[in-house]
């Protein structure tokens, strides 16, 4: 649970500074600061104007981030719009208090950003691909990160300044280990036999409701190129005078890595057990080992349980996992050899190798396949690169046509089949592709910014067909719409007959005598704790959610399942949780991310008000589109 703590609290300061640099990044597109001309904006903070783009844009980022979730549409727009307008506050909060971040600063974050960097270090090239691929300069670029920053330090101020205290951190603990006893009956669906059949009245009526569940949705198919970096790999010529000098260059790549197995026996040194105590039992240990097989002396007297039922095995041997004065001696150790003592932070240890697997460069000729495929691969990426940069620049000079990228590129313009915004094949079967497809920019007729699929493939796309979604009649729907209305009937009864036991549970009726009068079977579930139990999720959530019952009188209240399954739960006892040892271990992380969120909490309400007090105007008819 703390894990779990420390990730909402350190993935809400991430969210920020991420939404921040994406959003100027991929939705506040150049276009934004271009002449509008008439267009109405949807809302404004200040002098700043959004215009109905914007909330397209942001909503096409959350659609990508959040795929996989239903959330309706308009919510997400709606949720997108009021993202661009608390970040907007923001900024021009930050910008009235005199909050600046140097250029060499921005410069630096830019650097260190895995989006711009090959091999480890920071590319130019790269940098400069990905940005003319997003249509932004560097320096309008480094504006904004500036921005995101600065947004950054003051939300930083605010959460870095919080704190929590022994108390908090307890009441937490008594709350998080607090345990439950429920007792629960499952109230299942009558058979759909068993329920009158909808009329045709009330058929038609529900098909005029919910027309939006009757159609075809909208599909596109798209044209596209795609640069990809095996295929220009295969087209680099190999000699073999090329191939050996790059075979004696790269020797790393070709090498075997020695294969090192180790074993050890630890004797701890703590509050309990001085370092001289340590090192005899060590020294009396390695006398042992001349009448002793190592691992049987680890599994009997070693301080490290965890590895001494095995042996005293540390598996592989692997630099920089132990300490360098294990390290040093591990890996200079023969096969079957034991080393002296040897001292770390956690106490005295002996070692053994217990297997011993040189390593060396593999032959040339055995491997020629691989340098022939290595090396090709690594001439074609500068070309790869290269190619990227003139897709990227081409598909923007001429946004109406594939072709002429692709006769430059010398590739082909290939053609999807139709496909929806949720399922497509061959080259839509891509999130990415589907969402490149969809947006504005490609359905309004122009080429698709580059789409990233994976390392080394780089694709444009732009519609070749648009189908909008259609009505599909009555007749053809209709077995679905009498399925549907007659599953709502079945549900409709359950939940009529779930809160007539409730009443008479709540009236002082017994669980087992509802049991009993409708033939259903209880479930009791005795010390349950948040988060250690195997109840359905739904379920659990609502036992922690319920309030405690009062004295001879349980909590009563129903619950529908993922499944549609209706239950019943009694609620009947509640005890409050203690610390216990592992918590106190783990005290100080608790009071680390509870003063998180608790700051957290602080920069949201600050925000808030900075909101309430800022010029905001949003323009109802116009945000709904």
């Keep these: 649970m703390l894990t779990k703590i420390r990730e909402k609290s350190q993935g809400a300061l991430a969210w920020v500074i991420l939404t921040l640099i994406c959003v100027p990044f991929a939705l506040w597109g150049i276009n934004n600061y271009l002449d509008t001309g008439k267009e109405a904006a949807v809302a404004s903070v200040g002098d700043r104007d959004f215009y109905q783009r914007d909330v397209n844009k942001a909503y096409e980022q959350y659609s990508q981030n959040l795929q996989g979730l239903s959330i309706d549409e308009q919510t997400l727009k709606t949720q997108a719009l009021q993202k661009l307008i608390k970040d907007e506050v923001l900024l021009q909060y930050v910008h009235a208090e005199g909050l600046v971040i140097t250029d060499e600063e921005a410069r630096e974050f830019i650097k260190s950003l895995p989006y711009f960097q090959v091999d480890g270090k920071f590319s130019d090239k790269q940098y400069k691909t990905l940005l003319s691929s997003q249509r932004i300069s560097s320096g309008e670029f480094v504006s904004r990160i500036k921005n995101a920053l600065t947004m950054e330090q003051f939300q930083h101020s605010i959460v870095d300044s919080s704190f929590s205290t022994q108390y908090d951190a307890e009441a937490f603990f008594k709350i998080q280990n607090q345990q439950r006893d429920v007792d629960f009956v499952a109230v299942p669906l009558p058979l759909q036999s068993s329920i009158e059949k909808p009329t045709d009245e009330e058929i038609s009526t529900y098909y005029q409701q919910h027309l939006a569940l009757y159609q075809m949705p909208e599909q596109v198919a798209v044209e596209y190129v795609e640069l990809i970096l095996d295929d220009i790999a295969k087209k680099v010529v190999v000699s073999d005078d090329k191939l050996k000098a790059y075979y004696d260059d790269q020797k790393e790549l070709f090498t075997n890595p020695e294969r090192r197995k180790i074993s050890h026996i630890l004797f701890t040194v703590n509050d309990k057990v001085t370092d001289k105590e340590a090192l005899d039992k060590v020294l009396k240990a390695k006398n042992d080992l001349q009448t002793k097989d190592f691992s049987v002396l680890a599994a009997e007297v070693s301080d490290d349980k965890l590895t001494a039922k095995n042996g005293g095995d540390?598996?592989?041997?692997?630099?920089?996992?132990?300490?360098?004065?294990?390290?040093?001696?591990?890996?200079?150790?023969?096969?079957?050899?034991?080393?002296?003592?040897?001292?770390?932070?956690?106490?005295?240890?002996?070692?053994?190798?217990?297997?011993?697997?040189?390593?060396?460069?593999?032959?040339?000729?055995?491997?020629?396949?691989?340098?022939?495929?290595?090396?090709?691969?690594?001439?074609?990426?500068?070309?790869?690169?290269?190619?990227?940069?003139?897709?990227?620049?081409?598909?923007?000079?001429?946004?109406?046509?594939?072709?002429?990228?692709?006769?430059?590129?010398?590739?082909?313009?290939?053609?999807?089949?139709?496909?929806?915004?949720?399922?497509?094949?061959?080259?839509?079967?891509?999130?990415?592709?589907?969402?490149?497809?969809?947006?504005?920019?490609?359905?309004?007729?122009?080429?698709?910014?580059?789409?990233?699929?994976?390392?080394?493939?780089?694709?444009?796309?732009?519609?070749?067909?648009?189908?909008?979604?259609?009505?599909?009649?009555?007749?053809?729907?209709?077995?679905?719409?009498?399925?549907?209305?007659?599953?709502?009937?079945?549900?409709?009864?359950?939940?009529?007959?779930?809160?007539?036991?409730?009443?008479?549970?709540?009236?002082?009726?017994?669980?087992?005598?509802?049991?009993?009068?409708?033939?259903?079977?209880?479930?009791?579930?005795?010390?349950?704790?948040?988060?250690?139990?195997?109840?359905?999720?739904?379920?659990?959530?609502?036992?922690?959610?319920?309030?405690?019952?009062?004295?001879?009188?349980?909590?009563?209240?129903?619950?529908?399942?993922?499944?549609?399954?209706?239950?019943?739960?009694?609620?009947?006892?509640?005890?409050?949780?203690?610390?216990?040892?592992?918590?106190?271990?783990?005290?100080e992380l608790a009071k680390k991310n509870i003063a998180n969120a608790f700051g957290q909490t602080e920069f949201n309400q600050t925000l808030n008000s900075l909101q309430r007090k800022a010029d905001v105007t949003v323009n109802a008819k116009t945000q709904t589109q």
């Design 314 to 587: 540390l598996g592989l041997f692997n630099v920089g996992v132990m300490e360098k004065s294990f390290e040093d001696v591990a890996s200079t150790l023969k096969l079957g050899e034991v080393s002296n003592p040897v001292r770390s932070a956690f106490g005295y240890h002996l070692i053994k190798v217990t297997e011993l697997v040189a390593g060396g460069i593999k032959p040339f000729d055995s491997i020629k396949t691989d340098v022939i495929q290595a090396y090709q691969k690594s001439q074609a990426e500068n070309a790869f690169f290269e190619a990227g940069e003139k897709l990227t620049e081409m598909s923007f000079e001429h946004p109406d046509s594939l072709q002429t990228v692709a006769t430059n590129l010398g590739v082909a313009v290939k053609k999807s089949s139709l496909f929806t915004k949720d399922k497509g094949e061959g080259v839509a079967a891509e999130d990415k592709i589907r969402s490149a497809a969809f947006s504005e920019e490609v359905l309004q007729g122009n080429n698709s910014a580059p789409v990233e699929l994976g390392v080394g493939r780089l694709v444009v796309v732009r519609l070749l067909e648009h189908k909008a979604a259609t009505k599909r009649e009555l007749s053809e729907v209709k077995q679905n719409v009498v399925s549907e209305l007659t599953k709502q009937k079945a549900q409709l009864q359950a939940d009529e007959k779930v809160q007539k036991i409730i009443e008479k549970l709540r009236a002082g009726s017994s669980m087992q005598a509802i049991a009993a009068e409708n033939n259903l079977s209880i479930k009791t579930e005795k010390g349950l704790v948040r988060g250690k139990n195997k109840l359905p999720e739904l379920l659990s959530n609502a036992i922690f959610k319920a309030p405690k019952p009062l004295v001879d009188k349980p909590s009563i209240f129903n619950v529908v399942l993922a499944n549609g399954e209706r239950l019943v739960v009694s609620l009947s006892k509640v005890t409050l949780g203690t610390m216990g040892e592992d918590d106190k271990k783990q005290l």
